[in-house]
């Protein structure tokens, strides 16, 4: 697994926030995506056959007041990453 986001938010009225975050692969293995807290890591390998595995990475925070922001990016590793 290697590391490739850290997720935060902030809220200007200083209320506390919920977040929630989630990543899905176009090669959808299990334990392709680690969350702990606020962190992502991806499996930065795929298979031999196919495409470019592309990670979709979404996050979301909540404030006490309801509001809602929302945040996403793409992540590839590519078909072939040799010499």
């Known amino acids: 697994m290697v590391h490739v986001a ?31 807290g606020g962190s992502i890591a991806v499996r930065a390998e795929k298979a031999a056959r196919g495409r470019a595995r592309t990670y979709s990475l979404t996050a979301e925070a909540t404030d006490v007041a309801g509001n809602t922001a929302h945040s ?6 590519p078909h072939s990453q040799g010499g």
Do not use: I, W
Not at 72 to 77: D, H, L, M, S, Y
């Open 6 to 36: 850290d997720v935060t938010a902030s809220d200007t009225g200083g209320s506390g926030l919920a977040s929630l975050l989630a990543g899905a692969a176009t090669e959808d293995d299990d334990g392709d995506v680690e969350v702990d």
């Open 72 to 77: 996403g990016a793409a992540c590839v590793v």
